[in-house]
């Protein structure tokens, strides 16, 4: 099992930028395990972000926040970064740190969750 907790949320402008962070706890690094991001606007399903590989060499992102987002992980401290610039308003939902096997973009693929943080992007 993983613990998982996201911080970096905020309210912020259209063109902004922030930093999400995922620490990772419960598990030793020498494990293979992926973490990836999700997020959730109100009355939307949950929608895949970008995850990456237990080595950190290996990143994925959904088509909508490429080039944009930039996604990092910290092995020696179990922390993932999810650098995330030119913000837009529909970029504004929950966002979801979580683990699994592998960087997968299906959320069902995922053994253990964070209790999310809130990215709100004004126009």
């Known amino acids: 099992q993983v613990q998982l907790v996201e911080s970096g949320g905020g309210l912020v402008q259209a063109g902004d930028s922030l930093r999400l962070t995922c620490d990772a706890s419960?598990?030793?690094?020498?494990?293979?395990?992926?973490l990836g991001w999700f997020r959730q606007a109100p009355g939307q399903e949950r929608e895949f972000v970008a995850a990456?590989?237990?080595?950190?060499?290996?990143?994925y992102y959904a088509d909508s926040v490429k080039g944009r987002f930039t996604l990092s992980r910290e092995k020696a401290r179990n922390t993932v970064h999810l650098q995330m610039n030119s913000l837009k308003p529909e970029d504004t939902a929950v966002y979801y740190c979580?683990?699994?096997?592998?960087?997968?973009?299906?959320?069902?693929?995922?053994?253990?969750w964070g209790q999310g943080t809130q990215v709100t992007v004004s126009s």
């Open positions: 979580a683990a699994g096997v592998q960087p997968r973009p299906d959320w069902r693929r995922y053994d253990d």
């Open positions: 419960g598990r030793a690094r020498v494990e293979h395990y992926a």
């Open positions: 990456v590989s237990w080595s950190g060499s290996n990143t």
